[in-house]
């Protein structure tokens, strides 16, 4: 019956055959379900890529959908293992020895002697161990956590570069088309003679530098879709339809500093590193106590070849002469200390970060706000440049002086917008906050 039993327990074997990894190719047919995202802005997102994909649809597909944060989920699987297995008794041990004699002799019988034992040590050991697991498996489940967030900013971030790239190779892409009429000009009063090549040097340098520009552009963008490709599980052929403002906030000062109170409460990273010094300290406390003797303990019963039974107990155990597990202990003493440090430096430095990202926040919406006025007047000049130089009554090089100027200004103006969102969600993933609004009422921020 105990055969039975343990038998119907046994675990048993099952093939998977390895994927091909192909990626989504049609985002549309992807659905996420929402209640299990790490942030609660993104649980009340409306997730529907029937329109495109917005910001907060990019940051929620990410989670979802990212190859690498599903190989961490595998990797939380095997630690709870671990932690499981941690908890788990010893199997006690079984011995068994049965002597036969050579040549039957009158009086004396087969002897026999069968026991049982079970690890003391082991036992005493079993709630530090398991203490170190659990703890353990929550560091791995908050390492999960905080990479989800740090997905969430890459893809924020690079939904933020595709967006700006398209922007500028739109710009570049106007620029190089109403500089073809310019360049055949001058290429044709050079031809005539009407013009020497120092004097031409400018105009057909201005739609060169253009059309070089605008390929550069190009490589940059592909590039930065295929990261965002990447980063999305998506098949390098899959469209990528975004839509929507860049990610946008603006915390007052207030908010930092209440968020600032509470953030070793509720960053996943520090929370991690918490968790990784409990499980230390189980460890710690396990090698000292496994300084004492190692103990173990059984019962046997036994008969010699006389045929007298006999039953008993046994009892080994190490003595404490040399060893006394100091090694041990001295090594988890110095790793609680150095994951002391490591944890103290965490968050001296994320609050030094935030301070620095703070100063820079006003800075860089004062730079903004004067890139997007310079951008505008300027663009207001070249329109007017361009009706005087299409009527004859503005020269060339003039002409093409104010479209430089103008094509810079605008340039400048979505660096500007891309260095502030940059800002923005550094700030909220170092912040870890989850009441900051965004200045966009068009992009969720938790």
Same mark, same amino acid.
């Given at each position: 019956?105990?055969?039975?039993?343990?038998? @119907?327990?046994?675990?048993?074997?099952?093939?998977?055959?390895? +994927?091909?990894?192909?990626?989504?190719?049609?985002?549309?047919?992807?659905?996420?379900?929402?209640?299990?995202?790490?942030?609660?802005?993104?649980?009340?997102?409306?997730? *529907?890529?029937?329109?495109?994909?917005?910001? @907060?649809?990019?940051?929620?597909?990410?989670?979802?959908?990212?190859?690498?944060? &599903?190989?961490?989920?595998?990797?939380?699987?095997?630690?709870?293992?671990?932690?499981?297995?941690?908890?788990?008794?010893?199997?006690?041990?079984?011995?068994?020895?049965?002597?036969?004699?050579?040549?039957?002799?009158?009086?004396?019988?087969?002897?026999?002697?069968?026991?049982?034992?079970?690890?003391?040590?082991?036992?005493?050991?079993?709630?530090?161990?398991?203490?170190?697991?659990? /703890?353990?498996?929550?560091?791995?489940?908050?390492?999960?956590?905080?990479?989800?967030?740090?997905?969430?900013?890459?893809?924020?971030?690079?939904?933020?570069?595709?967006? =700006?790239?398209?922007?500028?190779?739109?710009?570049?892409? %106007?620029?190089?088309?109403?500089?073809?009429?310019?360049?055949?000009?001058?290429?044709?009063?050079?031809?005539?003679?009407?013009?020497?090549?120092?004097? /031409?040097?400018? $105009?057909?340098?201005?739609?060169?530098?253009?059309?070089? !520009?605008?390929?550069? +552009? @190009?490589?940059?963008?592909?590039?930065?879709?295929?990261?965002?490709?990447?980063?999305?599980?998506?098949?390098?052929? %899959?469209?990528? *339809?975004?839509?929507?403002?860049?990610?946008?906030? =603006?915390?007052?000062?207030?908010?930092?500093?209440?968020?600032?109170?509470?953030?070793?409460?509720? !960053?996943?990273?520090?929370?991690?590193?918490?968790?990784?010094?409990?499980?230390?300290?189980?460890?710690?406390?396990?090698?000292?106590? %496994?300084?004492?003797?190692?103990?173990?303990?059984?019962?046997?019963?036994?008969?010699?070849?006389?045929?007298?039974?006999?039953?008993?107990?046994?009892? $080994?155990?190490?003595?404490?002469?040399?060893?006394?597990? !100091?090694?041990?202990? %001295?090594?988890?003493?110095?790793?609680?200390?150095?994951? &002391?440090?490591?944890?103290?430096?965490?968050?001296?430095?994320?609050?030094?970060?935030?301070?620095?990202?703070?100063?820079?926040?006003?800075?860089?919406?004062?730079?903004?706000?004067? =890139?997007?006025?310079?951008?505008?007047?300027?663009?207001?000049?070249?329109?007017?440049?361009?009706?005087?130089?299409? &009527?004859?009554?503005?020269?060339?090089?003039?002409?093409?002086?104010?479209?430089?100027?103008?094509?810079?200004?605008?340039? *400048?103006?979505?660096?500007?917008?891309?260095?502030?969102?940059?800002?923005?969600?550094?700030?909220?993933?170092?912040?870890?906050?989850? *009441?900051?609004?965004?200045?966009?009422?068009?992009?969720? &921020?938790?």
């Amino acid at each position: 019956m105990a055969c039975a039993v343990w038998l @119907t327990g046994c675990a048993t074997y099952s093939p998977m055959p390895l +994927g091909e990894g192909p990626g989504a190719k049609d985002v549309t047919q992807l659905s996420v379900d929402t209640s299990t995202m790490p942030l609660p802005a993104l649980r009340t997102h409306r997730f *529907d890529l029937s329109h495109g994909m917005d910001a @907060t649809d990019v940051a929620i597909l990410a989670v979802a959908n990212n190859p690498d944060l &599903k190989v961490m989920r595998d990797q939380l699987g095997v630690a709870r293992a671990q932690s499981f297995a941690a908890g788990l008794l010893p199997d006690p041990q079984i011995s068994i020895n049965q002597e036969y004699l050579t040549h039957p002799v009158p009086g004396y019988v087969t002897s026999y002697a069968y026991g049982i034992s079970e690890d003391i040590t082991s036992l005493l050991l079993r709630s530090t161990r398991k203490a170190a697991a659990n /703890a353990q498996a929550d560091q791995v489940n908050l390492d999960l956590l905080w990479t989800e967030w740090q997905t969430i900013a890459q893809a924020r971030l690079l939904f933020n570069q595709v967006v =700006s790239l398209r922007d500028q190779q739109q710009r570049l892409a %106007a620029e190089q088309a109403a500089l073809l009429p310019v360049d055949g000009y001058v290429r044709k009063a050079l031809q005539d003679g009407n013009l020497t090549y120092d004097a /031409a040097s400018a $105009g057909l340098n201005a739609y060169a530098d253009a059309s070089k !520009r605008l390929s550069d +552009g @190009t490589v940059q963008l592909l590039q930065a879709e295929h990261d965002l490709r990447l980063l999305l599980g998506l098949a390098p052929e %899959a469209p990528l *339809d975004l839509v929507g403002e860049s990610f946008q906030a =603006s915390p007052t000062p207030d908010q930092v500093e209440v968020a600032l109170a509470s953030l070793p409460q509720r !960053r996943p990273d520090l929370l991690a590193l918490q968790a990784g010094y409990k499980a230390q300290e189980a460890t710690l406390r396990g090698a000292i106590r %496994a300084q004492f003797p190692a103990l173990t303990f059984g019962v046997d019963r036994q008969k010699d070849n006389s045929g007298v039974p006999s039953h008993g107990i046994n009892i $080994g155990f190490t003595l404490p002469l040399f060893d006394r597990n !100091r090694g041990n202990i %001295a090594i988890e003493k110095a790793t609680r200390q150095q994951l &002391k440090d490591d944890y103290e430096n965490r968050v001296l430095t994320t609050r030094n970060d935030i301070r620095q990202l703070m100063l820079d926040q006003d800075t860089l919406a004062r730079q903004r706000e004067q =890139s997007q006025t310079q951008s505008t007047r300027l663009d207001e000049a070249r329109r007017a440049a361009e009706s005087a130089w299409q &009527k004859g009554l503005l020269d060339w090089p003039t002409y093409l002086a104010i479209r430089a100027n103008a094509l810079s200004a605008d340039m *400048d103006a979505i660096t500007a917008r891309d260095q502030q969102s940059q800002q923005a969600i550094a700030l909220e993933t170092l912040l870890g906050s989850t *009441d900051l609004q965004p200045s966009s009422a068009s992009t969720s &921020k938790p």
